[in-house]
Every structure is written in structure tokens, then in C-alpha cells.
């Protein structure tokens, strides 16, 4: 029902910064939670942030907290993940997730995107 595609993944120096979209298809879009997780080689997918359908609750990963920004444009149907301060241990794969209903940030998750790679060099 819902197609989710993520864009912006690249390669980046340590202490650059990237910023991260996922743009939606289907109707009501600000019905829905989102969540961006990532998933490092080896490693198993972990939790990054989460936006309320409004925008008015906002989640992060303590990993990520003060360096990571969250948001969305309703009317455009697009999530985005804004990273600064980039560190060699934020590289991995990036998912951007949604649901539509359920009260915890960090899952579960109805619908994934493809991901989308972030390279960080030191």
C-alpha cells in the first residue's frame, strides 16, 4: 500500500555531513509514524530516529543524539534525516520504515524502503 524510496546516501569525509530523504506514495501520508534505522556489515539493523505524523514527537537513538536531525514535509510525503558530525561508525545502510499506528518509536514497522548506502572515510 505504501512504497517508500530513500535517496541522498554517499561517501563523506569524518565529521562531514549528509542529509537522508524518503519520499512516500500512497494517500495519507501525515498518518503515518516514521522511523530511519541502518545496518552496519555484520551487524544487525538498529534503530536511529522516529517523527510522529505531525512532527510533534521526535526520537533519537542515544548513539546519534546532538548530531542527527529528523524531519518531514507533509504536503511533500517525505521523511529526512539530516547528519552532521559524521563519524567512521555511522557508515552502514540506511532504511527509511513507516507504520500506521502502534505506540512505540522503535517498532514494529508495516512498510521499508530499499536503503541507501553512507559511506563515512577517516
Known amino acids: 500500500q505504501v512504497q517508500l524510496v530513500e535517496s541522498g546516501g554517499g561517501l563523506v569525509q569524518a565529521g562531514g555531513s549528509l542529509s537522508l530523504s524518503c519520499t512516500a506514495s500512497?494517500?495519507?501520508?501525515?498518518?503515518?509514524?516514521m522511523g530511519w534505522f541502518r545496518q552496519a556489515p555484520g551487524k544487525e539493523r538498529e534503530f536511529v530516529a522516529a517523527i510522529s505524523g505531525s512532527g510533534g514527537s521526535i526520537y533519537y537513538a542515544d548513539s546519534v543524539k546532538g548530531r542527527f536531525t529528523i524531519s518531514r514535509e507533509n504536503a511533500k510525503k517525505t521523511v529526512y534525516l539530516q547528519m552532521n558530525s559524521l563519524k567512521p561508525e555511522d557508515m552502514a545502510v540506511y532504511y527509511c520504515?513507516?507504520?500506521?499506528?502502534?505506540?512505540?518509536?522503535?517498532?514494529?514497522?508495516?512498510?521499508w524502503g530499499q536503503g541507501t548506502q553512507v559511506t563515512v572515510s577517516s
Open positions: 500512497g494517500r495519507s501520508f501525515s498518518s503515518y509514524f
Open positions: 520504515a513507516a507504520r500506521l499506528g502502534g505506540y512505540y518509536p522503535q517498532g514494529p514497522y508495516t512498510y
